[in-house]
């Protein structure tokens, strides 16, 4: 982390210095804002929390409780969810506080006595070097409470506006068209109905540039814009439960999976503080047209269900925690933002919904809140960068194209998984009654794992995602997937560190420049790219930096050199790498890596090609937007042309 650049303070490093005159939207019956965002769950925390970044942008995030959660429903963080966090600053947190999970075991039938069950298999849970984080479980509401900070801490000193509840959303016909002359700026009108004491049934009328829908599964923001979600419920009952309680069960701290001859499926989480246990119970089967809530099935039903399907073991809950039943339904939207694709070329989106709003899966497979923070996370750069003059508004397109296609991927893989758990086991003795045979159970599990990681969401060509011509210069950094961190040393302090951890959400991209045996010495070709960088009219950083501001500012260059660090001569080190930055031009000395001796090598382990080097374009949300040879830098000002504005052009968003 880099603090004291503009001069020391005495403070915090960690909360930001408020920007002067910025003020969280007022108390007013009638406001405007640039983002309106509904919903204060993980979906709307994690746009917020991008969105703070940016104190000029003015943010307002309702939500109708009163208050933050306390209890939450989702608790598997994956992987790449855990990267994202990284990229905001508090990994180590939830890191310290969760569950990991390192092994899940198996349990079927046994076959000597099938009303108990015995232990068939075991798996890692996340494959070596999958990730540099581990798959971890931790409640929702602490999740919440890391955002709300990250919030609170920014220069925008933003908090939700609790006691909020959306009443509708039009957007002004007048702004359909791109360019027309009465468009208007803000012309998303929301009304709102304040549930708080002293003012209950007041209305409130906001008016946004841009609304975005994170307010769930019943989302009113979706069906404002006709919008609707579509799929099926599998009509059964399943039972959730975080309890304190006595077992001899032996698996209780690992992640198990329990498939019983007659009593139903379950699944075991172990949770945060080496007590807690979460539960998932198979129910009743319910019939066509019924809803879960006519049955009306209390914990202690969910209590017994769990005792007789874990049998021969003992269960004795002393406390239910939190307790919730819920029918299976995967689900999804037909579009993410509020333009028909026949007016997608001419109109600009200006209504988004994200999370489940736009996509529900069984809870299960622990996707759905990574999948609704991924989706903010997506959006969040692409509203900012537009807001604040620095893209087209086409890049706004991209959002929906991009989460789309990844959210049917994993309705697809949710819906194999939530069908074999609601299966019961195959009977040795009776095979044609059918069923699921457990040891295929367990290898469909372990083949997904990186399904249940996060990391296997790969994006299309597109606007920000270049076609695949250069890959071979670096296949273990995939063009449209997530740049997969490696470990390297910092070359002016010897620091091991993750090269990936250099990725924050600040909204800013990132060039890494892999270099040539020859390093960043004269006449190499990564000395060649910082002049070109440096110096060219063609520069994306020349064209697209602000005047005044660090070099840094837009696009942020770094350098990764295959010697130790103790066999680079500082002098072969450009200036460029070195920028003087900030009110007393301070230099920064984090631009330039080398590969850890004490590690795998990250030219070896991500297929970066060394005798020739490349560039690898890092987006805003960590993914991999190109690979390109060290010398093309046509190609490089062409992928930026092709969506950035210049400072002095900025259009009104
Ligand atoms: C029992 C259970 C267990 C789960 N376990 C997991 C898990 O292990 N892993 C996982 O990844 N996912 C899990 N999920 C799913 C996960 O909880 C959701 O996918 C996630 O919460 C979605 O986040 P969201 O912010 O999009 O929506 P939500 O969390 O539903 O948040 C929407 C917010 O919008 C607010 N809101 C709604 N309407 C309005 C309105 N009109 N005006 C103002 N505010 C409004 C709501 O009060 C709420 O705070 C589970 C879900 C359930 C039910």
Redesign the pocket.
Known sequence: MQFYLNGFQARDPFISPARDGHATPADASERAVDVLI?????????LAAQLSAFPEITVEL????AEP?VL???????CR?MEMYEAFGFSEKILKEAYWVNETTFWRPDERRREHIVRSGRTQDVEDGLSEFPHV?LN?ARVHDFLLEVMRNSASRLEPTYS????SLIVDASSADEGAASASTHPVVAR?ERTDPGHVGEIETIRARYAVG????????RQSIGRALHGDFANQAWG?MDVLAVTDFPDVRFKATILTANEGNALL?PREGGYLF?M?VEMDKLSDNERVGDRKITSDRLVAAAQRLLKPYTFDVKEVAWW?V?EIGQRITDGFDDVPEAEADRRRPRVFI?????H??S???????????A??FNLGWKLAAVLRGAASWRLLKTYTSERRTGAQDLIDHDHEWSRMFSTPPKDPANPDAGGVDPAEFQRYFTEKLRHTAGVTTHYRPNLVVAESTHQHLATGFVQGMRFHSAPVIRYWDAKSIHLGHTVKADGRWRLFAFATPEGAAPGSPVRALCDFLDASPASPIRRYTPRGADVDAVIDVRAVLQQPHREVDSATIPPFLVPAKGRYGLQDYEKVFCVDPRAEDIFAIRGIDRARGCVVVVRPDQFVAAVLPLDAYDELAAFFDAFMLAPEAVPVP
């Open positions: 509904v919903g204060g769950g993980p979906t709307g925390l994690t309702l939500e109708q409780t959660l939450g429903k989702a608790d598997g963080v994956s969810s479980v929702q909020r509840k959306l009443v709102i994170c307010d769930g599964a019943r989302s009113a923001v959730v989480i979460r998932y919730s819920y994200a999370g489940d709003a736009c529900t899966h809870p299960k497979a622990g996707l759905g809140m990574n999948t609704s923070v989706d903010a």
